[in-house]
């Protein structure tokens, strides 16, 4: 077996080499200021491994940007934290995306951004899917909420606070309201705005091991 790990899939067996990870990404975008010099820009994710039912979060602060070209690196960002080949299915809240992206829209402008997109496409299967933004869907709420965060506070977000966040956001994930995730990154929020700190190291989810993982190499 030269080692490699099976993995029983559909009734089928696989090697952890050739296993291809299911993941579904709700990526959005924020930008305070949207078409001024003092636009802040960042996107945010929430990203699961289908396989594994574990979470993964994107808080980037992206600059001076516009609100189209965040939306446009929100998708990337998220593609390019796979770690091996994925069927991916992103949904998104811009219908500028998702159109572009489908064939039905030209890319005439912003195309730095659409090759940046395109190229953190590569050796995935994507589907792309518009999806109403603010409608209650607990995962593209969370997305917003990273994204507006990070722009308010102008940075990304620290790699343990996304851990520590991604676990309160499994807690909720078959509830309608995501309050205590809320709660907790008001929390880190206002201590960056105070000390332009972090907690510091939180407990990272439990991952189940029988699936190699969409995050990691």
């Known amino acids: ?13 696989e090697t952890a080499e050739n296993y291809t990870p299911v993941v579904t990404i709700y990526a959005d975008a924020s930008c305070l200021g949207n078409g001024t010099g003092d636009a802040s820009a960042s996107c945010g994710a929430v990203m699961i491994d289908r396989n594994r039912m574990e979470l993964k979060l ?9 609100n189209q070209q965040a939306e446009i690196l929100a ?11 994925c069927h991916a299915e992103v949904f998104s809240d811009s219908k500028y995306v998702i159109d572009t992206m489908n064939g039905k829209n030209r890319m005439k402008t912003n ?16 589907t792309w899917r518009w999806m ?3 409608d ?6 969370a997305a917003d909420r990273l994204a507006r ?19 309160q956001l499994s807690k909720e994930s078959n509830r309608l309201s995501i309050r205590s ?14 000390v332009g700190g972090n907690p510091g190291p939180a407990p990272g989810l439990a991952r189940p091991a029988a699936f190699p993982s969409a995050f990691s190499a």
């Not at 209650?136 to 709420?141: A, L, N, S």
């Not at 965060?149 to 966040?165: G, N, R, V, Y």
């Open 75 to 85: 998708c990337a960002q998220a593609l390019k934290t796979l770690r091996r080949p």
């Open 111 to 126: 195309r730095p951004f659409w090759g940046e997109l395109i190229e953190a496409s590569y050796g995935h299967h994507v």
């Open 58 to 66: 994107i808080a980037k602060y992206l600059g001076s940007l516009t």
């Open 136 to 141: 209650g869907v607990t995962f593209q709420e």
């Open 149 to 167: 965060t990070s722009s308010s506070i102008k940075t990304d977000l620290a790699a343990e606070d996304l851990d520590f966040l991604a676990e």
């Open 1 to 13: 077996m030269n080692g490699l790990t099976l993995i029983t899939q559909g009734g089928g067996m």
């Open 181 to 194: 995730f809320e709660i907790e990154l008001d929390k880190i929020a206002s201590r960056h705005e105070m």
């Open 132 to 134: 109403k933004g603010h």
